[in-house]
């Protein structure tokens, strides 16, 4: 059963003239150890990536350029929308949920930090 809920996390901003600098660190702002970065990027604008869900992994998805949309889908059966399209403001996804990311603008680069490696042997995934 699920306990913990998908929620929007705020990274620590440093604003600057030059240019401004968020970060994450250790467990001090994802709600978990991070064991896998990756990127998405070169999608073109109103594509979809398709549905995943993970019975253990945890997921922090954010956008580092352009904006995308992010249909959570719960076990209950409920299906919450996030529109990111801020650099410091990561969507936190507990295991256990569905997740569709659809892409809202051209040259969208997002990030994806997991909680577990991929092993394509685990039976992590549920599809």
């Given at each position: 059963m699920e306990t913990e809920k998908p929620r929007l996390i705020s990274?620590?901003?440093?604003?600057?003239?030059r240019g401004n600098l968020s970060f994450i660190q250790d467990k001090?702002?994802?709600?978990?150890?991070?064991?896998r970065v990756e990127?998405?990027?070169?999608?073109?604008?109103?594509?979809?990536?398709?549905?995943?869900?993970?019975?253990y992994k945890h997921q922090l998805i954010f956008p580092l350029a352009g904006a995308?949309?992010?249909?959570?889908?719960?076990?209950d059966n409920t299906t919450t929308t996030f529109n990111l399209f801020?650099?410091?403001?990561?969507?936190?996804?507990?295991?256990?949920y569905t997740v569709t990311i659809h892409c809202r603008a051209t040259n969208s680069v997002i990030?994806?930090?997991?909680?577990?490696?991929?092993?394509?042997?685990?039976?992590?995934?549920?599809?």
């Open positions: 990274f620590p901003r440093i604003n600057d003239p001090d702002q994802a709600p978990f150890e991070i064991k990127w998405i990027y070169d999608f073109p604008a109103d594509s979809n990536i398709l549905p995943r869900a993970y019975r995308v949309e992010v249909i959570v889908s719960g076990q801020k650099a410091y403001q990561g969507l936190y996804i507990p295991a256990g990030v994806i930090l997991s909680s577990t490696i991929d092993d394509p042997d685990s039976p992590d995934t549920l599809f």
